[in-house]
């Protein structure tokens, strides 16, 4: 026991890495739904097994209810020999009873224990990383009592956030905060992400006003009128061209008619 106990404490060691501290809180959180299996499974033990003794069987793995409950879990676990089974042909009532339990535990408890896991690891699969963080972070700050203030100094003074980061080439940024390098294909970005403004950088100078709000309305007010004046265009162009092709009409009517005369009056 406690060497079990020594080793549960190594579970601690699991929130060095999030992806087993994650399946850790999960096991946590689905043991409770076993709990709950084992509880009903008792209940349908202890009952069955009282009935079955209240029938006064001349069996001597049914005679007390003990060894009912013995009997009664080697069959749900498979464990049972051939001779238990056999001797249940005598006894069509004892039978009738096995047959119940077997059911009831072999097939309708474990399918719902199945369903009852499934649901709760999908309910708990979504938050299973927040959660592991979250563990991460109590375990640390419970380990914070037990650092000298000499090993936290030096620490911290390892980070360098006196330092500025620096954005790029010659682009010195902002002290405290600890700098990571990756790869230049990893995000790609077409815009400046960083609003530089001009003037002084002391903390009691105000903070320069952002205009570029206002710079973006200005330029959506602009592609909103190009677009009303190009729709205009279009609409105007279109119409030109059905009066142009209803006017020739009209024409080629005119000419029919005029040709249809003269050709009576010469005739």
């Known amino acids: 026991c406690g060497m079990l106990c020594y080793w549960a404490l190594l579970i601690d060691l699991s929130v060095l890495s999030n992806r087993i ?7 946590g959180h689905v043991l409770s739904e076993v709990l709950l299996f084992l509880l009903a499974f008792t209940f349908l033990l202890v009952s069955f097994s009282s009935a079955v003794v209240a029938m006064k069987v001349n069996d001597e793995d049914f005679s007390t209810i003990p060894r009912t409950m013995k009997s009664f879990t080697q069959m749900f676990l498979g464990m049972a020999s051939s001779d238990v089974y056999t001797h249940l042909v005598d006894f069509p009532l004892l039978f009738a009873c ?13 399918n719902l224990l199945v369903a009852q896991l499934a649901c709760a690891y999908g309910a708990a699969y979504r938050d299973m990383l927040g959660w592991a963080r979250l563990k991460r972070g109590a375990v640390c700050v419970a380990s914070m009592g037990s650092v000298t203030q000499k090993r936290w100094d030096r620490f911290v003074g390892a980070l360098m956030f006196d ?12 002290p405290g905060a600890v700098q990571l390098s990756e790869p230049a294909n990893a995000n790609v970005t077409t815009t400046e992400a960083i609003r530089r403004f001009g003037g002084s950088t002391a903390a009691s100078a105000p903070w320069p006003e952002d ?9 959506d007010r602009m592609e909103r009128v190009e677009h009303l004046l190009k729709r205009m265009t279009q609409k105007i162009v279109a119409s030109g061209r059905g009066g142009q092709g209803s006017a020739g009409h009209s024409s080629g009517m005119e000419s029919s008619n005029k040709s249809g005369e003269d050709y009576s009056g010469h005739d």
């Not at 059911?103 to 474990?110: E, Q």
């Not at 330092?163 to 902002?174: A, Q």
């Not at 205009?211 to 330029?219: G, N």
């Open 163 to 174: 330092e500025p980061c620096k954005f790029g080439e010659g682009d010195i940024g902002m």
């Open 211 to 219: 205009d570029t709000a206002k710079a973006e309305d200005a330029d």
């Open 21 to 27: 501290c994650a399946f850790v809180l999960i096991f």
């Open 98 to 110: 096995v047959v119940v339990f077997c059911f009831s535990t072999g097939l309708f408890m474990v």
